[in-house]
């Protein structure tokens, strides 16, 4: 089993719990049109059994305001990881560490005995697409009009078997 907590790329990435919600939610709202709800959060953290949720903070003594800048929430139902949702704090974006939550989550799904990685994006999210491109995703289908606020398609990708 792969340690629920790791360091990586200047990063200690560990598990998510109820005191991180005021926080995961003021990122996700900067984040998403239509981001997910205090509820939705609640249910990953306590009533999902498939549900994971981990948050980054810096390492070194450099802590942003509120102890992390970055979270993920996957689930692992049998041999599938499902990638639910991925934000980092603005003003640290484009530093690798949605990369490094992003394998994390992987290595955590890996260890549960996932061998095959789903997730869908915004088709204009480029940044996003360019991350899963570029970690061995693959563009299986469009969703189309599935986002709302705007409308937009979704893409889906996956990445099989996983690494």
Request: glycine share 8%.
């Amino acid at each position: 089993m792969v340690a629920d907590t790791s360091q990586a790329g200047g990063l200690l990435i560990e598990r998510a719990t109820a005191q991180d919600l005021d926080r995961i939610l003021r990122i996700e709202q900067e984040s998403f049109s239509v981001p997910w709800t205090r509820k939705m959060f609640e249910v990953e953290l306590n009533q999902n059994p498939f549900g994971h949720m981990y948050v980054a903070r810096p390492s070194g003594g450099h802590e942003q305001e509120g102890g992390f800048i970055g979270y993920v929430c996957f689930w692992v139902v049998f041999e599938e990881f499902r990638l639910m949702t991925l934000a980092v704090e603005p003003s640290a974006r484009r530093r690798g560490f949605g990369r490094a939550l992003l394998r994390h989550a992987m290595a955590q799904g890996r260890a549960q005995g996932a061998t095959r990685a789903l997730l869908e994006v915004r088709a204009s999210n480029a940044a996003a697409l360019r991350l899963y491109v570029q970690e061995g995703f693959q563009q299986g289908a469009v969703r189309m009009r599935y986002y709302t606020n705007p409308v937009e398609d979704a893409v889906l990708m996956e990445l099989e078997p996983m690494p």
